[in-house]
């Protein structure tokens, strides 16, 4: 996966907050002028039977760690189901972090409760840190985060961080008051629940979030820039059955196009009856600046297809089970990071291959096309099983389709002299890799002017064993039984008529399948090599002085 470096107030944060919970805790066991501090402050014991104790008791259940811990991964669940993959492992990484290191300092540290604390579930065991200071803290930042990434409004993040700050002092004052903690104890649990939510947010490459941000932000609303230079535009191209949560991504969408002083979107929704060809021909028309493409690997073909030759470069939003061109091209799989790629990544022109079936009209794909038993598992897989367990979906229709026949088969690579073979698999790719990183052609480059085509045609089980495990371990070797092949163009002829697929959708039945490199014919926005700036929009761009 790929996460954005952390920014240097990121850092700064966690750094600054890492030294003083070290230098608090040496403080708290160390220091006489700290003990005298906890022990003028202990609160007074409190009658069991009280109002105030039954209140104070009933909403430190309702905090207790456990509980919140419980409702971050809840949110980490929708974060992954919504394909903000590193938000939700952040979210997990918080709520395993700051259990986990809360329960090491207080058996490390051993401190016991003060004498006047109440005879409570919630006040059993060690004092320091505070477990519940260590939870609220925690989770109020990974919540804050999870505002941020979503792209929430100003008002509703502000309402948040206010919101949270009132329940972290309400927290700590009901500790206080059921006499379950030492102030020192109170102030190390939010230290520590702050270091460790910041610290999992930076391994997975989400924002911290911070007050300093919504003053950014309202500034930046407030001083879009005055230039005599049009506005960018975006077409964005989305399968409704694929952007599971549209709402959010829309927000998100408009938020960067805002903040970089672009026009408003082009909004263009795919049907069950077209999966993109009049869309994308409908943003080239408009001639928009860019493209963002939201969908699986068959609405991405589609967009690729309609965006050749034309220029405008294409953001990939991976929405789809395979995936497949994100994963070779190294576009993030989460939602946001690919956003940030799309709008900050660079221009790059990769090759398309134009195809061109039984002499019908030519169409495009961007990373393999096959003719035989890769097409019927294609279109054997159950759709319902696929969003259930992704991938491994294809291996049960592998299995239910093993006994596909093979087919008899005449190649043609460029002006050699044509070859045949009685093949069980003809895959032509553009790029080299399968689901799980399974190295199918891992010689094939996006960008290298060719087209690599395989042929297996094994005749029994270990032939099948031998040549799986060649492919599987990349060894280039080839025999009678595997042919690996680089050209500009193949023409494949079959005497039987078999499904053929385009980027792992099948198309339909063909005869013969022409296939011809088009170098550079898409320009593709890629992420950008670490340590370089993101993009700038035309808006953005202050001219030179006289």
Same mark, same amino acid.
């Given at each position: 996966?790929?996460?954005?470096?952390?920014?240097?107030?990121?850092?700064?944060?966690?750094?600054?907050?890492?030294?003083?919970?070290?230098?608090?805790?040496?403080?708290?066991?160390?220091?006489?002028?700290?003990?005298?501090?906890?022990?003028?402050?202990?609160?007074?014991?409190?009658?069991?039977?009280?109002?105030?104790?039954?209140?104070?008791?009933?909403?430190?259940?309702?905090?207790?760690?456990?509980?919140?811990?419980?409702?971050?991964?809840?949110?980490?669940?929708?974060?992954?189901?919504?394909?903000?993959? =590193?938000?939700?492992?952040?979210?997990?990484?918080?709520?395993?972090?700051?259990?986990?290191?809360?329960?090491?300092?207080?058996?490390?540290?051993?401190?016991?409760?003060?004498?006047?604390?109440?005879?409570?579930?919630?006040?059993?065991?060690?004092?320091?840190?505070?477990?519940?200071?260590?939870?609220?803290?925690?989770?109020?930042?990974?919540?804050?985060?999870?505002?941020?990434?979503?792209?929430?409004?100003?008002?509703?993040?502000?309402?948040?961080?206010?919101?949270?700050?009132?329940?972290?002092?309400?927290?700590?004052?009901?500790?206080?008051?059921?006499?379950?903690?030492?102030?020192?104890?109170?102030?190390?649990?939010?230290?520590?629940?702050?270091?460790?939510?910041?610290?999992?947010?930076?391994?997975?490459?989400?924002?911290?979030?911070?007050? =300093?941000?919504?003053?950014?932000?309202?500034?930046?609303? =407030?001083?879009?820039?005055?230039?005599?230079?049009?506005?960018?535009?975006?077409?964005?191209?989305?399968?409704?059955?694929?952007?599971?949560?549209?709402?959010?991504?829309?927000?998100?969408?408009?938020?960067?196009?805002?903040?970089?002083?672009?026009?408003?979107?082009?909004?263009?929704?795919?049907?069950?009856?077209?999966?993109?060809?009049?869309?994308?021909?409908?943003?080239?028309?408009?001639?928009?600046?860019?493209?963002?493409?939201?969908?699986?690997?068959?609405?991405?073909?589609?967009?690729?297809?309609?965006?050749?030759?034309?220029?405008?470069?294409?953001?990939?939003?991976?929405?789809?089970?395979?995936?497949?061109?994100?994963?070779?091209?190294?576009?993030?799989?989460?939602?946001?990071?690919?956003?940030?790629?799309?709008?900050?990544?660079?221009?790059?022109?990769?090759?398309?291959?134009?195809?061109?079936?039984?002499?019908?009209?030519?169409?495009?794909?961007?990373?393999?096309?096959?003719?035989?038993? %890769?097409?019927?598992?294609?279109?054997?897989?159950?759709?319902?099983?696929?969003?259930?367990?992704?991938?491994?979906?294809?291996?049960?229709?592998?299995?239910?389709?093993?006994?596909?026949?093979?087919?008899?088969?005449?190649?043609?690579?460029? %002006?050699?002299?044509?070859?045949?073979?009685?093949?069980?698999?003809?895959?032509?790719?553009?790029?080299?890799?399968?689901?799980?990183?399974?190295?199918?052609?891992?010689?094939?480059?996006?960008?290298?002017?060719?087209?690599?085509?395989?042929?297996?045609?094994?005749?029994?089980?270990?032939?099948?064993?031998?040549?799986?495990?060649?492919?599987?371990?990349?060894?280039?070797?080839?025999?009678?039984?595997?042919?690996?092949?680089?050209?500009?163009?193949?023409?494949?002829?079959?005497?039987?008529?078999?499904?053929? =697929?385009?980027?792992?959708?099948?198309?339909?039945?063909?005869?013969?399948?022409?296939?011809?490199?088009?170098?550079?014919?898409?320009?593709?926005?890629?992420?950008?090599?670490?340590?370089?700036?993101?993009?700038?929009?035309?808006?953005?761009?202050?001219?030179?002085?006289?």
């Amino acid at each position: 996966m790929v996460r954005r470096p952390p920014t240097r107030t990121s850092l700064i944060i966690a750094l600054s907050l890492l030294v003083v919970l070290v230098v608090w805790t040496w403080l708290t066991f160390a220091s006489a002028a700290f003990d005298a501090m906890d022990a003028r402050l202990v609160a007074p014991r409190l009658d069991p039977l009280s109002p105030t104790a039954q209140v104070a008791g009933a909403l430190a259940l309702l905090t207790w760690p456990g509980v919140e811990y419980a409702a971050l991964l809840a949110v980490a669940i929708w974060a992954a189901r919504h394909r903000l993959r =590193q938000l939700a492992i952040g979210l997990v990484l918080t709520a395993a972090l700051a259990w986990g290191t809360a329960t090491l300092a207080k058996n490390v540290f051993a401190r016991p409760r003060p004498g006047t604390s109440l005879d409570l579930i919630t006040t059993h065991g060690y004092s320091y840190p505070s477990g519940h200071l260590t939870a609220v803290v925690a989770c109020a930042i990974a919540v804050g985060a999870t505002f941020a990434v979503t792209r929430r409004p100003v008002r509703a993040r502000l309402a948040w961080q206010t919101g949270a700050a009132v329940v972290v002092v309400a927290v700590a004052l009901d500790r206080w008051v059921l006499g379950a903690h030492y102030v020192s104890d109170l102030v190390g649990g939010a230290l520590l629940g702050g270091f460790v939510a910041t610290l999992s947010l930076i391994v997975a490459g989400v924002k911290v979030p911070g007050p =300093q941000d919504l003053v950014t932000e309202l500034v930046r609303r =407030q001083n879009v820039p005055d230039t005599d230079t049009p506005p960018l535009r975006a077409a964005v191209i989305y399968n409704p059955s694929k952007v599971t949560d549209w709402v959010t991504f829309r927000r998100h969408v408009e938020y960067e196009l805002k903040v970089r002083g672009w026009d408003r979107a082009l909004w263009l929704e795919t049907t069950a009856d077209d999966p993109g060809r009049a869309m994308t021909a409908h943003a080239v028309a408009e001639g928009v600046d860019l493209v963002l493409g939201a969908g699986g690997d068959g609405t991405i073909r589609v967009i690729c297809s309609g965006l050749a030759g034309t220029g405008i470069p294409f953001g990939l939003i991976p929405a789809g089970t395979g995936n497949l061109l994100a994963r070779n091209i190294g576009i993030p799989l989460d939602e946001g990071a690919a956003l940030d790629v799309a709008f900050d990544g660079v221009d790059k022109p990769i090759d398309l291959v134009q195809i061109t079936v039984d002499g019908g009209p030519p169409d495009h794909f961007a990373v393999m096309a096959g003719i035989g038993i %890769d097409a019927v598992i294609m279109e054997g897989t159950n759709p319902d099983l696929k969003k259930a367990v992704g991938s491994a979906a294809y291996f049960v229709s592998a299995a239910q389709n093993a006994n596909h026949p093979a087919l008899h088969t005449t190649i043609r690579v460029d %002006d050699h002299p044509p070859f045949r073979r009685r093949a069980h698999i003809i895959v032509i790719g553009n790029v080299g890799y399968l689901q799980a990183n399974i190295p199918l052609i891992p010689d094939a480059r996006p960008d290298d002017g060719l087209l690599d085509l395989l042929v297996a045609s094994p005749r029994t089980a270990r032939d099948w064993v031998r040549i799986t495990t060649r492919v599987l371990t990349r060894r280039r070797h080839t025999d009678e039984q595997l042919d690996r092949i680089v050209g500009r163009r193949v023409v494949i002829t079959v005497d039987e008529r078999d499904q053929f =697929q385009l980027d792992g959708d099948t198309v339909g039945e063909c005869g013969t399948m022409v296939a011809e490199v088009k170098p550079g014919a898409l320009l593709l926005r890629v992420p950008r090599p670490v340590g370089q700036g993101r993009l700038r929009s035309a808006a953005e761009l202050e001219p030179e002085p006289a």
